[in-house]
Structures are given as C-alpha cells and as structure tokens.
C-alpha cells in the first residue's frame, strides 16, 4: 500500500478495512493475507520499528506492507491515531550522496509542490532503507492536463544547480529524479502536489525528466508508438532543441527498471524520428 495510501482498488478498500479493525479492536479478526504478507522478514522490521522508527514518530499502531516484485518491502507506518506518520522503504543500496545532497535542498514546500522529508537513510541489520514522511490522506497521479510537472521540474532543478558535477559524456546536464513520471507526482487532498521516489536520481540530459514524464504519461492512452513519439517530440521542441530531444532519448545511463516496455519503445522511435 506504500506511500501512495494504496493505488489499487483493492489496496484502498484492504488498508480501510485494516485501520477500522484496528479502530473497534478487531484486528485479529482480519483475513491472515491482511494480517501477514508471505516473504516479510519480520524480526527485521520489528527492530527496526522499535529501534528506529519509534523513537521519532512515537508509538506506532499498525504498519501496512508491500511486498513489490523487486522483494524489496516497503511499509506505511500508522501513528497512535491511525495517522500515516512514515513510510519505509528498502532500498538495493546504499543512498548516494547525491541523494542526500537532493533531500536538504528539496526540505520543505516550494510554490505548490513538496518532496517528502526524509528522517533516516542508512542501513539497519545489514539491509538499506529509506525512512521519510508520508502523504496523509487519500491522493492520486496528477492528471494529464495538469501542467505543474513543468514548475516541479524547473524548481528541482534549480534547487540542486550547485550540486552539479556533469561526467564527461555529457553536455548541458542537470541533477534528473529518473523515474518522474505521472505515478510518483501525486496531488493530495489539500491540492498539493508531491515529488516521491528519488532513488534512481542522477546526473543527466536536460529533458530526460521531461521525456520520461512525457512517454509515461502519453504511452497509456492508446495510439500507434510512431504517433505517440511525433506527439512527444513536438511538445519537447518547445523545450530544448532536437539535439537535447536525441540526448534524452538515447541516454545510457537511464534507469531501466524505471521504463515500461512501452514507454521503451517511444523512446527508440523517437531516436528514429529525430535521426531519419
């Protein structure tokens, strides 16, 4: 159920038939697939419940696991009032000082938008994790004629300008989230927009946020690919030239996993178009 309060139907409808139980006192009453997730080590998160994220939140009431296919668990910490106090997430390694760098410029909203404050990032039994605040509330992907993305984009950038040290290979590079699209901005209930899920950000191309959160969010409505890259293409011409397009589109160092097969396929139709 994780940071985004449950993103599925059948996330939604567990996590309030879980925090009611909890509320009348008939937790035991839960089904055990709501009780327990098989493949959660826990001896690991109850150390770190008690040993980490106790004594900054307080007590903690009841903690909803997810168990993604990567096996990497990440859990939504409720607080004594049934309040969604944190949100753990194990990471594969450790986090970057880029990563760190990007959490203290990004403390605290900026003109609408906020990236979660981050309580600890360190290792804990020999395993990473991520602990940092959590969206309370019910909240959703920004909607495609929303385009905040653009102010969140700028401002991150500018917010991390001094932390530029650009490789070699690159011209005109920034700090890059790498993973922006659609599913980690998220606008709660008070009309706030939030950036979540900074674990793959990197130096890179300019656009490569820009294209990612473009191929991600058009590559879902149906349509040919072809079209879908012209469609992509003439919206980043308003932003940087077909040279800046082709960097980001063609980046090495882009996080795979971050990709979809079809959002894959945009961008290597998009190099096509912009190298006939």
């Not at 296919?69 to 944190?86: H, K």
């Not at 970057?96 to 906020?114: F, M, N």
């Amino acid at each position: 159920m994780a940071l985004y309060e449950a993103v599925l139907p059948r996330q939604r409808l567990a996590l309030a038939v879980s925090r009611a139980a909890f509320q009348i006192g008939l937790a035991s009453a839960l089904p055990s697939s709501l009780q327990r997730q098989a493949g959660i080590n826990l001896d690991w998160w109850k150390g770190l419940l008690q040993e980490v994220v106790a004594p900054i939140i307080g007590k903690v009431t009841a903690v909803a696991f997810r168990l993604p296919p990567n096996g990497r668990t990440a859990a939504l910490v409720m607080s004594d009032s049934f309040r969604s106090a944190g949100f753990v997430k194990q990471t594969p390694r450790p986090v970057t000082d880029l990563v760190h760098g990007i959490d203290q410029r990004l403390e605290g909203p900026s003109a609408g938008w906020q990236a979660p404050r981050v309580f600890v990032s360190d290792a804990f039994r020999s395993v990473n994790f991520r602990f940092s605040e959590a969206i309370e509330g019910a909240h959703w992907p920004l909607p495609p004629h929303d385009r905040r993305w653009l102010t969140v984009i700028r401002e991150f950038q500018e917010r991390t300008s001094d932390l530029l040290v650009a490789p070699p290979t690159l011209t005109n590079a920034v700090v890059c989230h790498s993973d922006f699209t659609p599913r980690n901005l998220r606008v709660g209930a008070d009309g706030r927009v939030w950036l979540i899920d900074w674990d793959n950000a990197r130096f890179g191309p300019r656009l490569a946020d820009p294209l990612h959160y473009l191929c991600a969010d058009t590559g879902w409505r149906g349509g040919s690919i072809a079209g879908t890259a012209r469609r992509v293409v003439s919206k980043l011409r308003e932003m940087g030239t077909d040279e800046e397009i082709l960097a980001a589109a063609e980046w090495t160092d882009a996080p795979k996993q971050a990709y979809r097969t079809v959002e894959i396929a945009i961008r290597e139709q998009i190099a096509v178009l912009l190298r006939a």
